[in-house]
Protein backbone atom coordinates (compact mmCIF):
# COMPACT_ATOMS: atom_id res chain seq x y z
CA UNK A 1 0.00 0.00 0.00
CA UNK A 2 0.64 3.50 -0.14
CA UNK A 3 2.22 3.71 3.57
CA UNK A 4 5.43 1.00 2.32
CA UNK A 5 5.68 3.28 -0.79
CA UNK A 6 6.23 6.25 1.39
CA UNK A 7 8.66 4.46 3.11
CA UNK A 8 10.61 3.23 0.16
CA UNK A 9 10.24 6.75 -1.14
CA UNK A 10 11.74 8.44 1.64
CA UNK A 11 14.54 5.60 2.16
CA UNK A 12 15.77 6.41 -1.42
CA UNK A 13 15.37 10.10 -0.19
CA UNK A 14 17.52 10.07 2.89
CA UNK A 15 20.07 7.97 0.48
CA UNK A 16 20.20 10.40 -2.25
CA UNK A 17 20.76 13.09 0.39
CA UNK A 18 23.64 11.06 1.86
CA UNK A 19 25.21 10.80 -1.01
CA UNK A 20 24.80 14.53 -2.12
CA UNK A 21 26.45 15.29 1.46
CA UNK A 22 29.41 13.39 0.69
CA UNK A 23 30.21 14.26 -2.67
CA UNK A 24 30.08 17.41 -0.77
CA UNK A 25 32.15 16.65 1.71
CA UNK A 26 34.60 15.37 -0.82
CA UNK A 27 34.51 18.70 -3.04
CA UNK A 28 35.27 20.50 0.39
CA UNK A 29 38.33 18.45 1.04
CA UNK A 30 39.31 19.24 -2.42
CA UNK A 31 39.79 22.65 -2.24
CA UNK A 32 41.00 22.88 1.37
CA UNK A 33 43.65 20.66 -0.53
CA UNK A 34 44.21 23.53 -3.15
CA UNK A 35 44.29 26.01 -0.60
CA UNK A 36 46.90 24.61 1.22
CA UNK A 37 48.92 24.01 -2.05
CA UNK A 38 48.43 27.76 -2.71
CA UNK A 39 49.84 28.99 1.01
CA UNK A 40 52.61 26.62 0.36
CA UNK A 41 53.56 28.30 -2.56
CA UNK A 42 53.17 31.69 -1.93
CA UNK A 43 55.16 31.34 1.33
CA UNK A 44 58.17 30.01 -0.54
CA UNK A 45 57.34 32.84 -3.47
CA UNK A 46 56.99 35.37 -0.82
CA UNK A 47 60.67 33.84 0.72
CA UNK A 48 62.30 33.91 -2.54
CA UNK A 49 61.19 37.76 -3.10
CA UNK A 50 62.27 38.60 0.37
CA UNK A 51 65.64 37.57 -0.41
CA UNK A 52 65.89 39.25 -3.89
CA UNK A 53 68.38 42.20 -3.60
CA UNK A 54 69.75 43.31 -7.00
CA UNK A 55 68.71 46.21 -8.12
CA UNK A 56 69.54 45.46 -11.26
CA UNK A 57 67.04 46.48 -13.97
CA UNK A 58 66.46 43.05 -15.07
CA UNK A 59 66.57 41.95 -11.64
CA UNK A 60 63.44 44.50 -10.09
CA UNK A 61 61.46 43.74 -13.61
CA UNK A 62 61.45 39.65 -12.35
CA UNK A 63 60.93 40.85 -8.45
CA UNK A 64 58.17 42.62 -9.21
CA UNK A 65 56.60 39.94 -11.59
CA UNK A 66 57.09 38.01 -8.72
CA UNK A 67 55.37 40.35 -6.61
CA UNK A 68 52.28 39.95 -9.31
CA UNK A 69 52.10 36.44 -9.60
CA UNK A 70 52.10 36.25 -5.66
CA UNK A 71 49.11 39.01 -5.44
CA UNK A 72 47.30 36.76 -8.29
CA UNK A 73 47.85 33.60 -6.12
CA UNK A 74 46.36 35.11 -3.05
CA UNK A 75 43.82 36.52 -4.66
CA UNK A 76 43.33 32.66 -6.16
CA UNK A 77 43.46 31.75 -2.38
CA UNK A 78 41.03 34.27 -1.25
CA UNK A 79 38.26 32.99 -3.58
CA UNK A 80 38.65 29.58 -2.53
CA UNK A 81 38.81 30.23 0.94
CA UNK A 82 34.97 31.86 0.45
CA UNK A 83 34.14 28.90 -1.19
CA UNK A 84 35.83 26.67 1.50
CA UNK A 85 33.62 28.41 4.02
CA UNK A 86 30.49 28.18 2.03
CA UNK A 87 30.72 24.25 2.27
CA UNK A 88 31.66 23.79 5.93
CA UNK A 89 28.22 26.08 6.67
CA UNK A 90 26.30 24.36 4.20
CA UNK A 91 27.60 20.78 5.78
CA UNK A 92 27.42 22.40 9.42
CA UNK A 93 30.94 21.73 9.48
CA UNK A 94 33.38 23.54 12.15
CA UNK A 95 34.95 26.89 10.65
CA UNK A 96 38.82 26.19 9.16
CA UNK A 97 41.12 28.62 9.91
CA UNK A 98 42.00 29.68 6.50
CA UNK A 99 41.10 33.67 7.08
CA UNK A 100 44.30 34.03 9.51
CA UNK A 101 46.74 32.01 7.11
CA UNK A 102 45.24 34.17 3.96
CA UNK A 103 45.97 37.65 6.32
CA UNK A 104 49.15 36.17 7.53
CA UNK A 105 50.46 36.14 3.72
CA UNK A 106 49.09 39.17 2.95
CA UNK A 107 50.83 40.79 5.98
CA UNK A 108 54.05 39.23 4.57
CA UNK A 109 53.45 40.19 0.74
CA UNK A 110 52.18 43.50 1.27
CA UNK A 111 55.80 45.73 2.18
CA UNK A 112 57.84 43.49 -0.77
CA UNK A 113 55.41 44.05 -2.95
CA UNK A 114 55.09 48.11 -2.47
CA UNK A 115 58.98 47.88 -2.51
CA UNK A 116 59.38 46.45 -5.79
CA UNK A 117 57.02 48.17 -7.65
CA UNK A 118 58.06 51.25 -6.52
CA UNK A 119 61.53 49.93 -7.82
CA UNK A 120 59.87 48.82 -10.76
CA UNK A 121 58.84 52.85 -10.76
CA UNK A 122 61.87 54.19 -10.15
CA UNK A 123 63.67 51.84 -13.03
CA UNK A 124 61.66 52.28 -15.96
CA UNK A 125 61.49 56.37 -14.92
CA UNK A 126 64.85 56.31 -15.34
CA UNK A 127 64.92 54.65 -18.79
Known sequence: ????????????????????????????????????????????KITKLAEAHSLLPVAVQQASKLAELIQASYDEADRICDVIQ????????PETDNRSLLTSVLSDLEPLKKLWLMARQHVENDE
Not at 23 to 39: H, M, N
Open 1 to 44: GWPARADVALAASLEMYARRKEDLLTLARGEQLKFDELIETMQA
Open 86 to 93: SEEQLLGL
